[in-house]
């Protein structure tokens, strides 16, 4: 896994990684769950298919959790309470109106100190708290390509320690 850092458009530190198959996004799950903090709101954007709920699965493992995880994608919410980190794993996909959101009583997850990550969050704006943190993945050749984004100043410190911890 090679990590790239570069100077983003408005002075912020973007992080770009290249995942060539699905073990190393797994794995960049595990070292960004080392990152994480509680209250933190991650953003998981890209299409179908992109890696949003592997690297979900990565990030759940490397916080202790040894369960399964299933997509939400029905669900709406699954809860992970015997993570290292209490965590909540949204999909949104399904909502036709973000409406939604409101209507599922969804918004009380992110007053908490739970780590909030969430599929598909364009589709339950303009009610979803702001992110920390954005993470993007793209398909790139027969791999994948993982950007991440700080918006807060909880969310840099958190992409920082991801930084440092992909050094080792
Ligand atoms: P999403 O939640 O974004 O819709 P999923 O994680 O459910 O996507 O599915 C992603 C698919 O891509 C899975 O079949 C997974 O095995 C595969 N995959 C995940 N990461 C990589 C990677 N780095 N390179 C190639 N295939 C990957
Ligand atoms: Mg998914």
Known sequence: MVLHVHSGHDNRRDKSVHL???????????????????GLIVYLKGDLGAGKTTLTRGILRGLGHAGKVKSPTYTLVEPYPDARIATYHFDFYRF??????????????????????????DKAQPYLPPADMEISLYVSGAGRQLNIQAHSKEGEACANRFAAHQAD
């Open 20 to 38: 060539p198959d699905e073990l190393s996004t797994l794995d960049c799950g595990e070292i960004l769950a080392q990152s994480l903090a509680p």
């Open 96 to 121: 036709s109106t973000p409406e939604e959101f409101l209507e599922a009583g969804l918004d009380e997850y992110f007053q908490g100190a739970g780590c909030c990550l969430v599929e598909w969050p």
